[in-house]
């Protein structure tokens, strides 16, 4: 089992940046692959940024240039990081870490909330 905790979300003007963080702890020799999601009102949930376990990275079309993912670890956590830049509103959306693990089983974080003001 992995638990997820996210932090970092906040207010923040139209144009302004935002450094979402995400602590995955527990089971995480099994983890295979990190993303962040976003749930706006009203609207699917989308994959924002995620990582797999080759290094290699993907960014939704909407925030590529905007947004910058990066990693860390250390012995008993994975952080996931989500640089948020040129924020607008449509930004706006609760953000979810996730972490995958062999078994294809995903573990959610409680979500932290966005909020871009124009």
């Known amino acids: 089992h992995v638990q997820v905790v996210e932090s970092g979300g906040g207010l923040v003007q139209a144009g302004g940046s935002l450094r979402l963080s995400c602590k995955a702890s527990g089971n995480i020799l099994s983890v295979r692959s990190m993303g962040w999601y976003r749930r706006a009102p009203g609207k699917e949930r989308e994959l924002v940024a995620g990582i797999g376990s080759g290094g290699d990275v993907y960014y939704a079309d909407s925030v590529k240039g905007r947004f910058t993912l990066s990693k860390d670890a250390d012995v008993n956590t994975l952080y996931l990081y989500l640089q948020l830049g040129f924020l607008k509103p449509e930004d706006t959306a609760m953000y979810y870490c996730?972490?995958?693990?062999?078994?294809?089983?995903?573990?959610w974080g409680q979500g932290t909330q966005v909020t871009v003001s124009s």
């Open positions: 996730v972490a995958q693990d062999s078994d294809a089983d995903s573990f």
